[in-house]
């Protein structure tokens, strides 16, 4: 809502509910002064995202109308909790990357010598998948990288469906000359081989925050381009203003069958549910 007042040439006068202003200057120029009431302006953001298969999550966080003013760089005195945020928001990535080209076998790409040099790694990586969209277009896949203990790197790739293994492992040893390839479903403990791959290869992805690399972690996650991550924006029924978890729950019975999981900020209106357990 805005208040809106006119000031003549020479006169003054005080918006109403604020405080009075200060001219811009004379020579025949109204004065403008505007007061908005933010509070109407405040909303929740709820994302449905729907993979198909009953594979259904939906976050929520309120977006107030007023933002916070930031901290400098490093200088937040809640350092470890946005750090945390940062694990958080790069698995989130990944789990929706890896749904959303419904990912189902592993595809795992090595070296026969000790190739340590991440760089190097990094240069194979990229001119094998460019031999491999020159021969499949479509191809997609989400990618992270880990480190042996004997300091080699390798890749590991989350792919959708059965694989042309003769051409993936020639296109990786015309790259690297001598080293391997292997291609297999994951070990489920779910009756879903997607989110068993969201957990196989977030755990390599969390294990690369844990070293406290920042700037080798932003590297070692690569997905192909062009990826599609289903997004729906929910409208909050006035009637479940303050009761966002039970329109939820209610959003996930209704699109995907069940309510799997569900988690709530401690620190802020905001949370996240699933359809899967």
């Known amino acids: 809502m805005r208040n809106t007042i006119v000031l003549p040439e020479g006169g003054a006068a005080a918006p109403t509910g604020g405080a009075a202003a200060g001219g811009r200057g004379s020579g025949g120029r109204a004065l403008r002064l505007d007061n908005r009431t933010h509070l109407d302006e405040a909303r929740y953001r709820i994302v449905q995202r729907d993979y198909g298969n009953g594979l259904v ?12 003013n930031k901290a400098g760089k490093g200088l937040s005195d809640q350092r470890a909790a946005n750090e945390e945020r940062a694990v958080r928001r790069a698995r989130s ?8 080209i419904r990912a189902d076998h592993l595809l795992t790409l090595t070296y026969r010598e000790n190739v340590s040099d991440f760089s190097r790694s990094c240069a194979d990586f990229s001119k094998f998948v460019r031999l491999i969209k020159g021969k499949m277009p479509d191809w997609a896949y989400v990618a992270i990288a880990e480190q042996q203990k004997r300091g080699a790197w390798h890749w590991h790739l989350g792919v959708c469906g059965r694989q042309n293994v003769d051409l993936l492992r020639e296109c990786w040893r015309h790259v690297v000359e001598e080293g391997n390839i292997d291609v297999k479903p994951p070990k489920r403990t779910t009756k879903h081989r997607q989110l068993a791959l969201v957990k196989y290869l977030g755990k390599y992805l969390a294990k690369g925050f844990k070293e406290g690399n920042r700037e080798l972690n932003a590297r070692r996650f690569r997905a192909s381009r062009g990826i599609q991550v289903p997004a ?3 409208q909050l029924p006035q009637d479940y203003y303050g009761r966002v978890r039970t329109f939820v729950e209610g959003q996930l019975y209704s699109v995907g069958g069940q309510v799997g999981y569900v988690w709530e900020a401690n620190d802020a209106p905001a949370g996240w549910a699933c359809s899967w357990r």
């Open 57 to 68: 999550e939906i976050g929520w966080s309120f977006i107030p109308a007023l933002k916070p």
């Open 93 to 100: 990535k990944l789990r929706q990357l890896i749904l959303s």
């Open 232 to 234: 729906q924006l929910l």
